[in-house]
């Protein structure tokens, strides 16, 4: 059974860059046809569409984070990456890494469990 | 970006059926949007219920059905259980990225 588990920081400064790594088990990152994505909720609000990742390192972004948002994948450890610069208290949520879209097939959306990560001096 | 709307909540009698909907700023949604729906309680990660519009998990209640009807995507929960009462997603793609709707509130009583 796939499983996605997030790691990183669950406290950061305003201004700096929020930085979290999703490892996947169960699974390779680069032996088939998925995307590999993040997305976030902030207390009390819904779900946000952060962004996603190829194993070959293309990525979609979302257009309101685009200029803020870097996601990279390393094969060798089976993981992929989210940093997220000039935090400020609106990037206060729950991050989650899932798998939800697919080059061909179904991908079936499994998600990680989610990570807190809070901004503040 | 598009914009993808869903009910902001409803209602349902235990055992009865409920039908929520989801729909695109840009049209209607198609399978090629490859419509999710995502169950979410209170402290928990969302849980995938239905995939590619109409596919299930192992773990997906069989009372949860989805397709595609009058240009949305639509979630049919058929037999209501308490346990069901929670917020529910859909997610759409858009050439590969993702929007996710504005969720529904399910309420069992």
């Known amino acids: 059974q796939l499983q996605l588990q997030e790691s990183g920081p669950g406290l950061v400064k305003p201004s700096e860059t929020l930085s979290l790594t999703c490892t996947v088990s169960g699974g390779s990152i680069s032996s088939s046809s998925y995307y590999w994505g993040w997305i976030r909720q902030p207390p009390g609000k819904g779900l946000e569409w952060i962004g996603s990742i190829y194993y070959s390192g293309s990525t979609y972004y979302n257009p309101s984070l685009k200029s803020r948002v870097t996601i990279s994948v390393d094969t060798s450890k089976n993981q992929f990456s989210l940093k997220l610069s000039s935090v400020t208290a609106a990037d206060t949520a729950v991050y989650y890494c899932?798998?939800?879209?697919?080059?061909?097939?179904?991908?079936?959306?499994?998600w990680g469990q989610g990570t807190l990560v809070t901004v503040s001096s | 970006q598009a914009v993808v709307t869903q009910e902001p909540s409803l209602t349902v009698s235990p055992g009865g059926t409920v039908t929520l909907t989801c729909g695109s700023s840009?049209?209607?949604?198609?399978?090629?949007?490859?419509p999710y729906w995502f169950q979410q309680k209170p402290g928990q990660a969302p849980r995938t219920l239905i995939y590619d519009t109409s596919n299930k998990h192992s773990w997906t209640p069989a009372r949860f059905s989805g397709s595609l009807l009058g240009g949305k995507a639509a979630l049919t929960l058929s037999g209501a259980q308490p346990e069901d009462e929670a917020e529910y997603y859909c997610l759409l793609s858009y050439s590969g990225a993702g929007v996710f709707g504005t969720g529904t509130k399910v309420t069992v009583l």
């Open positions: 899932a798998r939800l879209f697919a080059v061909a097939g179904p991908a079936g959306g499994y």
């Open positions: 840009t049209g209607a949604v198609t399978s090629g949007h490859y």
